[in-house]
């Protein structure tokens, strides 16, 4: 069993920065793919990058440009770094990991856009 624990969460003000952190149980190097999804109220849970242990990326049309994922393995960790966030970022989000075994998720941690 994988967990994953989130944090960094807040509510920014929009054009402002946040960096989420999600910290693996489990080596990060045994995970094929880590990354991100949120759900906003009243949405799908949508995939917002991810990652894979060979180290490409995917990102979302809608983030591509400010959001950047990133991941230490060395700390079973993966990081989003959001910049110029908007209004439209307010969600929950979730981190996930994925092995051919399992798919994983954390508790989430909300991020609030506002003014």
């Known amino acids: 069993q994988v967990q994953l624990v989130e944090s960094g969460g807040a509510l920014v003000q929009p054009g402002g920065s946040l960096r989420l952190s999600c910290s693996a149980s489990?080596?990060?190097?045994?995970?094929?793919?880590m990354g991100w999804y949120r759900q906003a109220p009243g949405k799908q849970r949508e995939l917002v990058a991810h990652?894979?242990?060979?180290?490409?990326?995917e990102y979302a049309d809608s983030v591509k440009g400010r959001f950047t994922i990133s991941r230490d393995n060395a700390a079973n960790t993966v990081y989003l770094q959001m910049n110029s966030l908007k209004f439209e970022d307010t969600a929950v989000y979730y981190c996930?990991?994925?092995?051919?075994?399992?798919?994983?998720w954390g508790q989430g941690t909300q991020v609030t856009v506002s003014s």
């Open positions: 990652t894979s242990n060979s180290g490409s990326t």
């Open positions: 996930n990991a994925w092995t051919r075994v399992g798919n994983y």
């Open positions: 489990v080596s990060s190097l045994s995970l094929n793919f």
